[in-house]
């Protein structure tokens, strides 16, 4: 079997150590990942409230909101008394378009119920935004937030009264009002086509405008397993930078001063977003919670005991007091998003989605298998297939380089062995080793061996292969999306076929590429630890990551079988059976060098 062999594996020393420097590193990325995807997680506590940096209004000073008979205070007598406007009974209003299906209640003017008609959940119902658990402690979504707490809870309880009751189509507007005591509040909402809808609100105490901001208070409904809170995190944009915060790094009740030309919370695949018609007024608090949820298993069944997990939101508002804001509640998908304009700008909602460190070139990976889906491969996961197809077509002339510069390297090896025994007897650290160096470079330029030759391969699939990773678990076009036995791309295969394949696939790799110049013990773990090490990443990731890994695999072993077919490749065969006959014949040394 041919013997294409990569020239940093000249016989140990530097390259060698490059070679686990690059190892050490792959493995601290997966395993780093894997280890925050962990179910184990430990429970993370709320981080402590922030000092806001200005004095917010609340209700005017030395005024009390009244909103029963039972109020401490009375309005003051100087106040001109508004005839009391509240409902009586509670009472739900639905409006949906193509898209979406709303349910509002009047206690509040809170939506109770959010369903996105294109979306479900893991069990198969129809997918709904509120997280209802979350919800019932620190209130639903469309409420109102004050700097007061008693005045925040009088308002999620007072029953305002809809301008319309049962079940509505959008284009349409909807208005829920409430008068009683010194408080007057009005909420409108106008609806159309898409994910947006247009909010106005208005608090009023005494006659006096109150800033209270409207809210996405705890989360989202595709949220009943602890993994699906640790990508919960809150999104702004300050002119025109978009910020990311982790649930982590959120403080409850932190103050977010203008200007904002948006700000919404989002987990993995969804996000709540408000852009504010002044970016220059608007402001912003940051809310964090925690919730009981319990560990659920495979089949759905729970585990153990409940876990103290985060929950993030936020509310939105102007500091002149009344709020009109544009709001997007529905998937992070990248040609959603990006039609959707800020206010007073160019840029659009499309920052939301976050693809990490690697962002550039998981975003064009992206944009790329978007756009062979929609021209050629109408599934998902033929997508991938045909996206891994044309990376590893892009990828063999570097390949085929590799081939020729380790044919190069392996030309030279009797001689760089030779130079190696000659300064056997000086220890590592003895200076006499830099000679060493210097004669193993001056004979590797004289032969026109270049060093990194035969990394190329491996320095172009790296940054592909981890921005797949940052790129496949976040795309919510794959969420859902089926091929073969695999129900959702971005959920890890149910029946494990693709890790499986994963490790032959490796195996063969490392059957067809043999390289006797890697130090027997460095060989030795190559051979079993890469492949075990590969299928335990795919056994719990995204299943699309695997399909990906595992197309490129075969691809790779393929193309190899093919390049040792060539004169190259039969060479490098030759040689390396030589030398391999060569060290049989060796007496064996009995000398340890590392005890002279």
Request: hydrophobic fraction near 40%.
């Amino acid at each position: 079997m041919a013997e294409i062999k990569n020239p940093n594996q000249g016989g140990g020393g530097t390259s060698n150590t490059s070679f686990l420097v690059m190892m050490v590193v792959m493995l601290g990325v997966f395993a780093g990942l894997q280890f925050y995807r962990s179910k184990q997680k430990q429970p993370l506590q709320p981080p402590t409230t922030q000092t806001q940096s200005s004095a917010p209004q609340s209700a005017p000073t030395g005024q009390t909101a009244q909103f029963n008979a039972n109020a401490v205070q009375q309005p003051a007598a100087s106040a001109t008394p508004v005839p009391a406007v509240a409902a009586t009974a509670e009472s739900t209003t639905t409006v949906e378009n193509e898209l979406y299906k709303i349910t509002f209640s009047n206690r509040g003017a809170e939506v109770r119920s959010w369903i996105l008609k294109k979306f479900h959940d893991r069990y198969g119902a129809p997918l709904d935004l509120v997280n209802a658990a979350a919800s019932k402690q620190y209130g639903f979504p469309l409420s109102l937030y004050t700097y007061d707490s008693n005045v925040t809870n009088g308002l999620r309880a007072a029953m305002f009264v809809p301008s319309a009751t049962g079940s509505l189509t959008a284009p349409q507007t909807l208005t829920f009002h409430f008068v009683q005591g010194n408080v007057e509040a009005t909420k409108t909402f106008t609806f159309d086509s898409t994910y947006v809808l247009k909010a106005q609100t208005s608090v009023k105490i005494n006659g006096a405008p109150v800033r209270a901001l409207l809210a996405w208070p705890a989360g989202f409904g595709d949220q009943d397993q602890v993994l699906d809170y640790n990508g919960s995190r809150i999104e702004t944009m300050r002119d025109g930078k978009a910020e990311h915060t982790d649930f982590k790094k959120v403080s409850g009740g932190e103050t977010l001063n203008s200007p904002l030309d948006y700000a919404g919370t989002s987990d993995g695949y969804f996000a709540a977003m408000f852009l504010p018609d002044m970016a220059g007024s608007a402001t912003a608090v940051t809310l964090h919670n925690t919730i009981d949820v319990a560990k659920l298993q495979k089949d759905g069944k729970s585990s153990g005991k409940p876990v103290d997990v985060p929950v993030v939101g936020i509310a939105v508002g102007d500091t002149n007091g009344a709020t009109s804001t544009r709001i997007y509640a529905g998937p992070k998908s990248v040609e959603v998003l990006k039609g959707i304009a800020v206010s007073g700008s160019s840029a659009t909602l499309e920052p939301v989605v976050d693809f990490g460190f690697w962002g550039p070139i998981a975003k064009f990976l992206f944009w790329f298998l978007n756009w062979i889906h929609d021209h050629f491969a109408s599934n998902w996961g033929w997508a991938i297939v045909t996206l891994t197809v044309v990376v590893n077509l892009v990828l063999l002339p570097f390949r085929y380089q590799s081939l020729k510069s380790g044919l190069k390297m392996q030309r030279i090896q009797p001689q760089m062995d030779a130079i190696k025994a000659k300064y056997a007897k000086y220890k590592l650290t003895d200076p006499k080793r830099a000679d060493m160096n210097v004669e193993i470079q001056a004979l590797q330029k004289d032969n026109g061996v270049n060093m990194l030759g035969g990394c190329v391969p491996t320095l172009l699939t790296f940054p592909l292969l981890f921005a797949m990773l940052g790129m496949l678990p976040k795309v919510v076009e794959l969420r859902e999306a089926h091929w073969f036995w695999l129900h959702d791309l971005t959920a890890a295969d149910p029946y494990h076929v693709l890790p499986v394949i994963m490790v032959l696939s490796q195996f063969l790799t490392q059957f067809y590429m043999p390289a006797p110049g890697m130090d027997p013990q460095q060989q030795k773990m190559m051979a079993f630890m890469m492949p075990v090490f590969s299928g335990f990443i795919t056994w719990n990731y995204s299943s699309g990551l695997a399909l990906y890994w595992c197309v490129g695999n075969l691809m790779m072993v393929a193309a190899q079988f093919g390049m040792n077919q060539t004169k190259e490749g039969r060479e490098m065969r030759e040689l390396a059976a030589k030398r391999a006959r060569r060290k049989v014949g060796a007496p064996q040394a009995k000398t340890i060098q590392g005890k002279r």
